[in-house]
């Protein structure tokens, strides 16, 4: 699933075709668009219109999510978590992710 709340949809869509196992060729052949075009919406430098995103979303068998959460405690600390991500190396990030997972077996015994 995708959530387009805070998300770079190239990146995500980059994601989802090398988890899927598909090329860069595949994927814009199955979507109809340049090899070019799709690396561009991946790198972030191009925008394309939904029809493109809906069709690349189909074939990679990915649902999209479209939350307004602006202004909710929820919605900021996820926009502020998601941006501390994001700016993380990749050990940085298993390490936060491991911090946040022991964090809600405490609060689960809490409770």
Avoid: W
């Avoid at 990146?11 to 814009?28: D, F, Y």
């Avoid at 929820?74 to 501390?84: N, S």
Wanted: net charge positive.
């Amino acid at each position: 699933m995708i959530s387009m709340e805070g998300t770079n949809l190239g990146v995500t869509v980059k994601k989802l075709r090398e988890t899927r196992g598909m090329s860069r060729i595949e994927l814009s052949e199955a979507v109809g668009i340049s090899e070019s075009h799709l690396k561009k919406i991946e790198a972030g430098n191009r925008q394309p219109g939904i029809q493109t995103y809906r069709k690349m979303i189909a074939v990679l068998e990915a649902d999209i999510v479209i939350r307004d959460t602006t202004g909710t405690v929820m919605g900021d600390c996820t926009a502020r978590a998601q941006k501390v991500f994001m700016e993380s190396t990749e050990a940085q990030a298993i390490f936060l992710v491991q911090v946040l997972e022991y964090m809600a077996q405490v609060i689960k015994l809490i409770k």
